[in-house]
């Protein structure tokens, strides 16, 4: 049973593009949590997200950041136009369910020039 | 708000010490305690959850305790070795049912020198 997947793991980006990061939870999980660490930071909540619908987004920034999960296929986290603050590891944990232990992927490293 | 502290932040054992590595929270209202370990440019990997109505919970030579009244967790490592070392992060859910939510503590880095 693989674990949580991401890709990938390291991406450059130069100011004002697309970053598109993409996470497959472990087989039969259906929740999916992203985290973001910045540099000397903790680990700090963006989105949780079942199949096709986004739970819980408080953590997100209003701009430019989005999330899915759909019915197919891996979680994106999408950063439009991005900045040299978006610098950082997003992680991916998944869940069997709901308030479970979570499993983190070994997350991508996003560095913007 | 929930708040989340460990301390220390940083630790420098020699091979074959006990040690402990503390965790504080703000809110007492938790679903669960989870401590991970993270290791340099990899993710996190869990090594033991405890939920609210436990104590504690062991595996191997760790051993996780939880007093959820005072908000304060504790990690023991028993003969410690150069393989432990990493960072150890705790974190805590608020609840099941409002929100899946991990908060995260900054971590303690641990080094353990043969």
């Known amino acids: 049973n693989a674990g949580v997947m991401q890709n990938p793991r390291h991406l450059v980006r130069r100011r004002g593009q697309e970053a598109r990061l993409r996470c497959s939870p472990m087989k039969g999980h259906s929740h999916v949590y992203w985290y973001r660490q910045l540099p000397e930071e903790g680990l700090k909540f963006m989105v949780y997200?079942?199949?096709?619908?986004?739970?819980?987004e408080s953590g997100m920034p209003k701009e430019r950041f989005s999330a899915e999960f759909p019915k197919e296929g891996p979680s994106i986290l999408r950063i439009q136009q991005v900045v040299r603050g978006d610098s950082a590891a997003y992680f991916c944990a998944s869940s069997p369910l709901r308030g479970e232990k979570l499993f983190f992927g070994s997350g991508t490293q996003l560095s913007v020039l | 708000k929930q708040e989340v502290t460990q301390i220390p932040a940083a630790l420098s054992v020699p091979e074959g010490e006990n040690l402990v590595l503390n965790c504080s929270f703000t809110?007492?209202?938790?679903?669960?305690l989870q401590w991970f370990r993270q290791d340099p440019g990899k993710g996190l990997t869990s090594l033991l959850l405890i939920q609210s109505s436990q104590r504690e919970q062991t595996s191997g030579r760790l051993n996780a305790s939880l007093d959820k009244s005072s908000g304060r967790s504790t990690l023991y490592i028993a003969a410690s070795q150069p393989g432990d070392s990493a960072t150890y992060l705790c974190?805590?859910?608020?609840?099941?049912?409002?929100?899946?939510?991990?908060?995260f503590g900054e971590g303690t880095q641990l080094t353990v020198n043969p």
């Open positions: 997200l079942q199949k096709e619908n986004i739970i819980d």
């Open positions: 974190a805590v859910r608020r609840g099941e049912t409002s929100g899946s939510r991990l908060t």
């Open positions: 809110d007492s209202a938790i679903y669960n």
